[in-house]
C-alpha cells in the first residue's frame, strides 16, 4: 500500500498524525485483551506450544478452511491444539448419513500443529459438508470433537451462475480485532452473499504493523484491540509470523466465513515488511534480523502452513503462490505473485528490464496459461494495480506505474509485453482485479488514450481494505490510458475501519448469458458503483 506512516507508528506508515497510542507490557497487553474479548468466542490463547496443552483429545479450536475448489477437488485446513492425526470425512448432506472418508497428514511441530488434506473425485456443481476429526496418534480412537464446514463445488457446465468476492487488507496500521464493534463484521456480511468462493489480494497480515490494545481516534473515541505476544511487535521468528497468521483466526466472524466459504489466497508485501522486495536489507530500527530474504522465506513458510492453496506443498515440489484456479468453463483465475521475483524498487526508468514486477519465468508461465485457457472469463488477480502510481519513499516506486505517461519503462515494459501477447493471442475475457492501495476504485485502460497502444481495452477493479487504515487516492499514469469511471476514498491518511468502512467487491456470472457483473461494495450492503460486461467483446 502507498502511504504508510514512519516507524514507529502503528502501521509503519508515514506519521502518527493525531492518533494517540498507549502501550503497556506485551504480557499485560495479552491478559487485558483476553479479558476484554470473552464476547468473541476465541480460541484458546497462550506463548506455550500448543503440544503443552492440558491432556485429552486432540481439538481444532482454529476451525476449518477450504481452498482452491475446483470441479472436482478442494483442499480442506486445520489447526490442531497438540499432535494429532488429521482426518477429513465429507457427505452429500449436512446429516452425513453416507461419508467418504480422507486420511490427512500427521500435524505436529513441524508445521505449527497445521495440516491440509486434499480431496479429489468430488462431484461437480454440488454441496460438499465436510467434517474435520483429530485423532490422537498413538491411540485413532481417542477423537476430538469434529469441526464441520461446507463448499460448493465448480459446476461443470456453462449453465450455472458463478458468484465470488475479493478483497483484501487485513489487521494493517493498528486497526485489529475490536470487540466492541463485534470484531470483523465485514466477514459475516460477506459469508451472507453467499460466495461460490473468495479471493484475498493480500496482505493477509501486517507482520510490520504491531497491534497495540488502544487507539484514540481524532474524534475523542477509544479503539481497542484484541491483543496477542506475537502480534504486538514486527515479525521476525518463523514463530511471530506463525502467531501473526493466526491473529486474524481470533475473529469469530472469520472463523464462520472460513467455514462456509473456501477462499483462493495470493500474499504481498505485508505478510513480510512494507514495500519488500528480495535482496533488500530493511533500514528500520525495529528488526534485528534486516535480510528481508530471511524474513520472506519465514513467512512464506508460515503462510503456506495458515492457507489451503493447491502449489505447497504437494502440489509443486518448490512450492509457489503463483498458479491458475479452474472454475468451471466460466472462469478461471489466474493468481499472480508480484512479490517474490520482482527488481528493486526504484524510479522506474530503465528502458530494458527484463525481471520487472513478475519476473521472466511468471511472465512466460502466465502467457502460456492464459493462452491455453478456454474459460469465458480470465480473471488476472493481481495483488498491485497497473495504472496507480504506488510510491516507495521520495524518488522510487513500489507497483507497476512509475508516473511517466509516456512509452513504458521499467517494469511497465514487461506489462506490455503481457497486454501485446493477449492482444494478438486473441485472448478474451480479461479483467484484472486488485487491492492494495486502501480504497475502492475502477479504471478502463484503452489505447486510444494511452502512449503504449498495442493492447485491447480492459478493466481493472479495485477494492478494500477489510479490517486495516483507509488512504487518500493516488494519481493515474497515462502510459496504459486508464479512465477512473469510480472512485471512493478518504481525504486523509489512515482513518480507521470505525470512519471509512470496508470495502469488497463482488462477481456475479451469469450462467445464461455468461455477462460478468461486477459490484464494488462497502459494508452495510450499499453498492457504490456497478459495470456488466460482456462475453467475447472487446472494448466495453
Known amino acids: 500500500m502507498p502511504h504508510r506512516p514512519p516507524h514507529p507508528g502503528p502501521s509503519g506508515s508515514s506519521g502518527q498524525g493525531a492518533f494517540s497510542l498507549t502501550s503497556p507490557g506485551r504480557r499485560a497487553v495479552l491478559r487485558g485483551s483476553l479479558a476484554a474479548s470473552a464476547a468473541l468466542s476465541l480460541p484458546a490463547l497462550g506463548s506455550a506450544a500448543p503440544a503443552q496443552a492440558l491432556a485429552g483429545r486432540p481439538q481444532a479450536e482454529w476451525g476449518v478452511q477450504a481452498g482452491d475448489v475446483t470441479t472436482s477437488s478442494g483442499l480442506i485446513w486445520a489447526r490442531s491444539d497438540r499432535p494429532a492425526r488429521m482426518v477429513v470425512e465429507t457427505s452429500a448432506t449436512e446429516s452425513f448419513r453416507k ?96 460466495p461460490d468462493f473468495f479471493l484475498c489480494s493480500g496482505d493477509n497480515i501486517y507482520a510490520d504493523s504491531p497491534i497495540l490494545p488502544s487507539v484514540t481516534l481524532p474524534d475523542g473515541r477509544i479503539w481497542r484491540n484484541v491483543v496477542t505476544e506475537e502480534k504486538s511487535k514486527v515479525a521476525e521468528e518463523l514463530a511471530e509470523f506463525r502467531g501473526a497468521f493466526r491473529y486474524n483466526l481470533l475473529d469469530h466472524n472469520l472463523r464462520a466465513f472460513n467455514a462456509t466459504v473456501p477462499t483462493i489466497t495470493q500474499w504481498d508485501d505485508h505478510e513480510v515488511h512494507n514495500n519488500w522486495y ?97 474459460a469465458t472469463w480470465k480473471v488476472i488477480a493481481s495483488d498491485m494495480p497497473l495504472g496507480l502510481v504506488v510510491t516507495d519513499g521520495a524518488t522510487d516506486f513500489e507497483a507497476v506505474a512509475q508516473g511517466d505517461p509516456g512509452a513504458p519503462l521499467g517494469r511497465e515494459l514487461q506489462i506490455a509485453e503481457l497486454l501485446r501477447h493477449i492482444k494478438h493471442r486473441r485472448i478474451t475475457g480479461t479483467l484484472w482485479l486488485t487491492a492494495d492501495v486502501h480504497y475502492t476504485s475502477a479504471q478502463h485502460y484503452d489505447p486510444s488514450r494511452a502512449a503504449f497502444k498495442d493492447f485491447e481495452p480492459f478493466w481493472e477493479f479495485v477494492s478494500g481494505p477489510l479490517a486495516a487504515g483507509g488512504f487518500q487516492a493516488t494519481r493515474l499514469d497515462a502510459t496504459f490510458g486508464p479512465r477512473q469511471e469510480f472512485i471512493k476514498a478518504p481525504d486523509r491518511a489512515n482513518t480507521s475501519p470505525a470512519e471509512t468502512p470496508p470495502y469488497f467487491g463482488e462477481v456475479d456470472i451469469d450462467g445464461g448469458s455468461g455477462d460478468l457483473t461486477v459490484r464494488l461494495r462497502e459494508e452495510g450492503g450499499g453498492v457504490l458503483f456497478t459495470k456488466v460486461l460482456h462475453p467475447g467483446r472487446v472494448g466495453q
Do not use: C
Not at 508445521?111 to 488434506?117: L, M, Q
Not at 522465506?297 to 484456479?325: I, M, Q, W
Open 99 to 194: 461419508v467418504r472418508r480422507w486420511r490427512g497428514p500427521l500435524l505436529g511441530p513441524g508445521t505449527d500443529f497445521t495440516g491440509t488434506t486434499p480431496l479429489h473425485r468430488l462431484p461437480a456443481g454440488e454441496q460438499i459438508h465436510y467434517r474435520v476429526l483429530l485423532s490422537d496418534p498413538d491411540d485413532p480412537r481417542r477423537t476430538g470433537r469434529p469441526v464441520s464446514g461446507t463448499f460448493r463445488t465448480a459446476p461443470e457446465g456453462r449453465r450455472h451462475d458463478v458468484r465470488f468476492l475479493w478483497s483484501g487488507d487485513i489487521a494493517g496500521q493498528g486497526w485489529g480485532i475490536n470487540p466492541d464493534r463485534g470484531g470483523y463484521r465485514v466477514y459475516d456480511e460477506m459469508r451472507r452473499r453467499d
Open 278 to 374: 528480495p535482496g533488500q536489507i530493511l533500514d528500520d530500527d525495529r528488526y534485528t534480523e534486516k535480510n528481508v530474504d530471511v524474513l520472506a522465506a519465514r513467512s512464506l513458510r508460515a503462510f503456506s502452513e495458515y492457507f489451503p492453496l493447491s502449489t505447497f506443498p504437494a502440489g509443486d515440489k518448490d512450492g509457489r503462490v503463483h498458479r491458475v484456479v479452474h472454475h468451471g468453463p466460466l472462469l478461471d483465475v489466474f493468481v499472480l505473485d508480484m512479490r517474490t521475483y520482482r527488481d528493486a524498487n526504484s524510479p522506474g526508468r530503465n528502458p530494458d528490464d527484463s525481471t520487472g514486477i513478475l519476473g521472466a519465468r511468471q511472465l512466460a508461465w502466465l502467457k502460456r496459461e492464459l493462452a491455453a485457457s478456454r
